[in-house]
């Protein structure tokens, strides 16, 4: 698969759970947007599970929308979060529904790398195992779209890996050589030192993104500013973001 379609080799802020968060504005999908742009950020990763987002709801007009929005508010597309519960995925009664989810997810980045939006990583989270057939089903509808499909936390044999900083730790870049690298943010009580992260990152090509991704953040405007922050100030002289 040709990586350099999705590279972007920047730092983009996830969409993934903030519309639940005070202070952000309108819990539309659009009020998000909108909220992420007005943050300086240039790139976004889209949350597939909001309500107004679930591929499976989105018509081909809806999706050409989709891709207007984000060119008016300026924001490059780097990536879509689906983040259906790892253990729907290995349970029989649910595993249907939330593969579909995910390849759904898939197809959507699709659209609208062809739309013009941009183009990167449907990220999920896989449990340790799955119901027969369903990871053979993800990767082919991958490789079908010609989609990047990465997994944080689990793994499944063929599927490429997103690192969480914030669970994995700074090594874990430079061991797995992640197709997309998650923070949530410099916190206090557990700091992250983004030199060494940016260092393995640089090596290599393409680059994957940096996804700051606020989900479990108390205050989001002064977490993302804080990312940004942090991010420049691990490298002075310039390189990724």
Do not use: N, Y
Request: charge should be negative; aromatic fraction near 2%.
């Amino acid at each position: 698969m040709d990586q350099a379609k999705w590279h972007s080799g920047v730092v983009a802020c996830s969409m993934r759970g903030l519309a639940d968060q005070d202070g952000v504005g309108p819990v539309s999908a659009r009020g998000v947007m909108s909220w992420i742009a007005s943050q300086g950020v240039g790139h976004i990763v889209l949350d597939a599970v909001h309500p107004e987002l679930r591929p499976r709801i989105l018509s081909r007009s809806a999706r050409r929308d989709l891709a207007a929005t984000l060119k008016r508010d300026g924001l490059g597309l780097s990536g879509v979060d689906v983040f259906v519960p790892p253990a729907h995925l290995a349970d029989p009664a649910h595993a249907d529904r939330a593969s579909s989810a995910i390849i759904g997810a898939i197809g959507l980045m699709r659209d609208l790398e062809a739309l013009g939006a941009g183009g990167g990583v449907v990220c999920c989270r896989l449990p340790d195992g799955m119901v027969d057939g369903v990871g053979e089903a993800l990767i082919q509808a991958s490789e079908d779209c010609g989609v990047v499909l990465a997994s944080v936390g689990g793994c499944f044999e063929g599927l490429p890996r997103s690192v969480d900083l914030d669970t994995e730790g700074p090594s874990a870049v430079a061991s797995e050589r992640p197709v997309q690298v998650r923070w949530g943010g410099p916190r206090a009580d557990h700091l992250v030192d983004l030199a060494p992260v940016r260092a393995a990152m640089l090596v290599q090509h393409p680059a994957p993104p940096l996804v700051v991704d606020l989900s479990g953040s108390v205050d989001a405007g002064v977490s993302l500013s804080g990312a940004l922050r942090a991010w420049t100030e691990s490298d002075p002289l310039g390189g990724l973001g």
